[in-house]
């Protein structure tokens, strides 16, 4: 989903840490305009990501419930995308792990974390993750034991399982009952609105994150001094790292020995689908050029409206990677040594997260803090460090619409693989 703007939101961002950065350059901590401070400015800031981490809980649990009581999908076909969809995932998240532990890169912010720490007054670390007897303790300490606890604990792992429950329960009785009952109906015309609240109410704090970009650069810079970015292209080049691998190798090579389209063909013919989805920043924006794509290539109209349209609740490789990644540089930027059990609970959390934030504006924004809260990072930590990543997420976040579209178009020819398309034809706009 993508609201067209003339000032769009990552120039709102640019144009936020520029000014908040001069900001805290020329004042320090000095107070200014009748006593306000650069402290106080970042404390505003901090309470919009506060928001926005708040509101992320019931978005995606009612966009799950919202999708699979009005989703319609045959078995067969079904099955096959799922599987399609995970195998693409796992592959990502061995990537992403195989990156983050053999090079490490968030040990270089080490040190750093401090100049974040400030701008929470009286915060400490916790002390280093432990391993569990087994990773699957971990996993069920996120298995909720009340049906509010994974609410009030921001439990993305349980908030989804209760989501997927509920939305099949209501899923089967439509079906048991054939559409006839009144109560379901309203119950799922009940849902679907506070999901379509929720958008709006989430649209109208995104408004406003600029804002808090601008307030927390400027408490930091005010405390820290501008050398707190000399160590945020690290953070860039390791995320592109993980993105560029998977879309560039991964996804052409599956292509081509299993779908039997060359690279020249699935990069070549899909490339107005890959660089508009670059530009507007919305895999969804980019389904019409997708399906265009895709006829191009002589993929058959059913699997490309199976993949782009449907498939793209779950194609999201590059949100996923993407979280995962991130989860695993700041836990290291702290000097947790994570063992394999709580990289297993991070790769879970962001799978399902992936899963569920089809259609929600700024995805990878809005999940990002229940992913890192999943690794077991404090809250503060989360609070400090998402507006000083959010000035280089305009960039990553390009680069995740563009897998995804890749993702998109690669389910679309393993859908197709193995049979005879039928003679293409135009689709309709």
Same mark, same amino acid.
């Given at each position: ?22 900001? #805290? ?19 505003? $800031? ?10 992320? !809980? ?61 701008? !929470? ?57 054939? #559409? ?18 929720? !958008? ?14 601008? $307030? ?50 699935y990069i070549g013919q899909g490339a107005d689908a890959i660089m508009t989805a670059l530009s507007c920043n919305s895999s969804l924006a980019t389904v019409p050029i997708t399906l265009r794509c895709l006829e191009r290539m002589q993929v058959s109209s059913q699997s490309a409206r199976l993949a782009a349209c449907v498939g793209t609740n779950l ?19 702290? #000097? ?17 997260? $992936? ?20 690794? #077991? ?40 693989? $193995? ?11």
């Amino acid at each position: 989903m993508s609201h067209t703007s003339p000032f769009p939101l990552y120039a709102q961002v640019l144009l936020a840490v520029l000014c908040g950065a001069t900001l #805290g350059v020329v004042f320090g901590q000095e107070p200014y305009l009748n006593g306000l401070r650069n402290e106080q400015l970042g404390k505003l $800031g901090l309470w919009v990501v506060w928001l926005l981490k708040t509101l992320a !809980v019931p978005l995606i649990f009612f966009a799950i419930v919202d999708s699979l009581i009005r989703a319609s999908l045959p078995l067969r076909q079904g099955a096959k995308l799922l599987m399609i969809c995970l195998v693409n995932v796992s592959v990502a998240m061995v990537i992403g792990l195989v990156i983050m532990n053999l090079w490490q890169p968030g040990k270089s912010w080490q040190g750093h974390v401090e100049e974040l720490l400030q701008v !929470v007054p009286g915060t400490t670390l916790k002390p280093a993750l432990t391993a569990s007897a087994h990773p699957l303790e971990d996993l069920m300490a996120y298995i909720p034991r009340t049906i509010a606890d994974p609410f009030g604990s921001n439990n993305i792992i349980g908030v989804v399982l209760l989501a997927l429950t509920l939305g099949l329960a209501l899923r089967w009785a439509k079906r048991r009952v054939g #559409g006839a009952y009144r109560l379901l109906d309203t119950i799922a015309w009940a849902i679907e609105r506070i999901y379509g609240w929720l !958008v709006t109410v989430l649209w109208w704090v995104i408004i406003v994150v600029p804002f808090a970009v601008f $307030g927390v650069v400027a408490n930091v810079v005010g405390k820290s001094g501008i050398g707190v970015f000399a160590t945020l292209w690290i953070f860039l080049v390791a995320m592109l790292l993980g993105l560029a691998v998977h879309a560039l190798l991964y996804y052409p090579c599956v292509a081509w020995l299993v779908g039997k389209k060359s690279p020249s063909v699935y990069i070549g013919q899909g490339a107005d689908a890959i660089m508009t989805a670059l530009s507007c920043n919305s895999s969804l924006a980019t389904v019409p050029i997708t399906l265009r794509c895709l006829e191009r290539m002589q993929v058959s109209s059913q699997s490309a409206r199976l993949a782009a349209c449907v498939g793209t609740n779950l194609n999201n490789d590059g949100i996923t990677l993407y979280e995962a990644m991130a989860a695993l540089f700041l836990a290291h930027a702290l #000097g947790y040594d994570l063992p394999l059990s709580k990289q297993i609970v991070i790769v879970v959390a962001s799978i399902i997260a $992936g899963a569920g934030v089809a259609g929600i504006p700024e995805a990878g924004m809005i999940v990002l803090p229940l992913v890192l809260a999943a690794a #077991g990072l404090p809250d503060q930590v989360i609070l400090a460090a998402i507006p000083l990543i959010m000035t280089m997420d305009w960039i990553i976040a390009r680069a995740r619409s563009g897998v995804n579209v890749m993702s998109d178009m690669l389910v679309a020819i393993l859908l197709d693989a $193995g049979k005879m398309a039928p003679a293409t034809k135009p689709f309709s706009q």
